[in-house]
């Protein structure tokens, strides 16, 4: 018999039916970029990267040790479903320490990462053509997860003007009686902006008036909030929003815990965190039972060590901010979270898709064009790099410029 390989000349090669859902997904933008500088860098090009969505810190030692300590006692096995107690009572703490929410611990999923709880939480809510309401720019796997599980995603743009954030002028236009959910991520990814207390509130009054929509709520950047700002969540502002907000958080951004993969939704009612869990029993089933541990350790215990997380942050992203802002044709989206500069690249003449090439190709600099996350006038430069590669990529970046 051939091998499947020694069909690939034949007259007639096999083609895989690819389902339409398939078909209708891009890949992640931000990882393929990532991937490129990384294979650049292998082949020894001096490449600086500043595409990636990750701290560039190690995973503090003392929830490393939970961990291992874990492994070595053997908690190798299989957990339940949707995490074990300990992670989820540490969630739920956590919830009511930060944000003064109550949750009970079966309220809590835990899952592979805040894109796999959003995801699994999607598929627990969405009927073919339900619609949801995207804030653009906006973190790029919303829309696709959306259009994947058959929902309709409905864009509302924001501008500099507004410092990228949803107003409830434009919600009003945009929400209507077939709305579903809304899906609110502060600090933002891509942008940096953050939600104040009083905007929040001005969106609750419009919410108020559509009792169907439910509130997706993306904290996973919370604990990375500067210039002496305070991180609110929808859900502790109002008692009948509550009652439809999900939250999305996890232990990536906070506590440098990218690859141990450990996210979680808290969900307003038990009928979603059942739903949201039977989901995951049939896909992934338990996130690794030794991360939960680490996950635990980093929930009590690990609130210094991203509160000076934080601290470098703020000071990166001080000075990338006055880097990149005095360079001609460039106006920087001065970041009030997360650890992005969203950048304004329309007097550069180029698309964000173009300039990102060039930057890469020409100048040895990895950024995000904007296009995927909903604007083709911005580039996407992450901070979460060592301040010697950030005054080296601004020179670069600068240098490249100046050229055309």
Request: a positive charge; aromatic letters at 8%; one cysteine or more.
């Amino acid at each position: 018999m051939p091998s499947v390989n020694s069909l690939k000349g034949t007259k007639n090669p096999i083609k895989i039916p690819l389902a339409q859902r398939a078909l209708s997904v891009s890949p992640s933008v931000t990882l393929a970029i990532a991937a490129k500088a990384k294979e650049m860098q292998a082949k020894g090009l001096d490449v600086v990267s500043l595409s990636a969505g990750e701290p560039d810190f190690d995973t503090p030692g003392h929830i490393k040790d939970a961990a291992i300590a874990a492994l070595q006692q053997g908690f190798t096995k299989y957990t339940p479903v949707s995490g074990t107690p300990e992670l989820r009572r540490a969630v739920a703490a956590k919830l009511r320490r930060d944000q003064g929410l109550t949750f009970s611990p079966n309220q809590i999923v835990v899952s592979t990462g805040a894109k796999h709880a959003i995801f699994n939480v999607l598929f627990a809510l969405l009927n073919p053509g339900d619609e949801v309401l995207i804030p653009s720019p906006y973190w790029l796997s919303y829309p696709e997860m959306v259009t994947v599980l058959g929902g309709r995603p409905v864009f509302i743009q924001t501008t500099e003007i507004t410092e990228f954030k949803l107003t409830p002028e434009a919600l009003k236009k945009a929400v209507h009686s077939k709305t579903k959910i809304l899906i609110l991520n502060s600090p933002s990814n891509p942008t940096g902006a953050v939600y104040s207390r009083e905007e929040l509130l001005g969106l609750i009054e419009v919410l108020r008036d559509f009792p169907q929509v439910l509130i997706l709520s993306d904290e996973i950047y919370e604990k990375l909030i500067f210039d002496g700002r305070k991180h609110y969540s929808m859900a502790s502002l109002d008692p009948e929003i509550a009652k439809r907000t999900v939250i999305i958080n996890g232990l990536s951004k906070a506590y440098s815990m990218t690859g141990w993969r450990l996210g979680y939704a808290a969900c307003p009612h038990t009928e979603l965190s059942e739903a949201v869990g039977s989901i995951q029993s049939h896909s992934t089933s338990n996130p690794t039972s030794f991360a939960q541990a680490g996950g635990v350790a980093a929930l009590e215990k690990g609130e210094e060590d991203a509160a000076k997380m934080c601290k470098v942050f703020e000071a990166r992203r001080d000075l990338f901010y006055q880097q990149i802002a005095v360079i001609p044709k460039l106006k920087p989206f001065r970041a009030q979270g997360a650890f992005y500069l969203f950048v304004n690249i329309r007097d550069t003449g180029l698309s964000s898709l173009e300039i990102s090439e060039k930057l890469l190709e020409e100048a040895l600099v990895a950024v995000v064009p904007g296009k995927p996350f909903g604007s083709d006038s911005h580039i996407r430069l992450s901070f979460a790099a060592s301040e010697k590669n950030l005054e080296e990529a601004s020179r670069r970046i600068s240098a490249w410029l100046k050229k055309r």
